[in-house]
């Protein structure tokens, strides 16, 4: 059963918990509207996803509470990867000693959106990012910049108990045919043992009309530098949905698996995700649709 790695939620209104994502404003008409599980959810059953990771889509403490109300009411196993002001190291301390719970398994902060480039290099997140491999959540690295990319083994040296999760396998450049420097920097980033990567987000760098044979080579590279047991898929919902839908996405994600070993596939569609998601197995069973409506 498939754990889709990478969802988000979000209600352009600010909702219950007054989020709000000011970037959406200056986006598509297809992303500025609410997204609700409720919206996901028929679509899961067809693509047997058992369990789902909700991302943060708002640097925003408020969206903490949002997504872990989502994963609380949702008809399937959920976990979040929340956000905390990790420049602010005793502030994040105080908020994550507030917010911990076993759903909140993560964090990301919008390192592609900051106005700071290096970041993720500052000494104050850096001593957050200590904080957050002892409470044992991981953190996503939005890396989808040649710069961030080459920043997120430079990280995972520097904290070896922690495991830092590549979105999108760092934005390979699939429309124009691209290889360098994303190759290297891949390669580089796998060198890192606490480093695993999530081949998701890749409708919204391809051509159009994309196959998986568009995608192959990229994907190819990442497993042959990871390996299954440190790759996992995600669907990008609803970012996705400015390129491709969501079916059309998980169609392509199967087929550019399809030559792997079954366990291997398994590994890649389910087990890395509830290893570093903390998704127990027995979570991510088959559920009595009829009994969830």
Known sequence: MTVDAHAHVWDIRGGKFSVEYDWLTNTSDVLYRTYTLADLEPQLPEHDIAGLVLVQAADSLAENHALLDAAAHAPRPAVVVGWLPLHEPERAAFELARLRRPEYVGVRHMIHRDPDPTWLRRPEVSDSLAMLAEAGLSFDAVAERSDLLGQVPVVAAEHPTLTVVLDHLG???IATGDWQPW???????????????????????????????????????ALAV????????????????TAASYAEVWRATVQVLGGLAPDDRVKVLSTTARRVYRLAADQTEPIN?????
């Open 171 to 173: 934005k390979p450049p």
């Open 183 to 221: 190759a290297d920097l891949l390669a580089a980033a796998a060198e890192q043992p606490n480093v695993v990567a999530k081949i998701s987000g890749l409708a919204t760098v391809s051509e159009p009309g994309f196959t998986a044979a568009d995608w192959q080579p990229y994907v190819d590279h």
């Open 226 to 241: 990871f390996g299954p047991d440190r790759l996992m898929v995600g669907g990008d919902w609803p970012f996705t949905l």
């Open 289 to 293: 649709e009829g009994a969830s409506a």
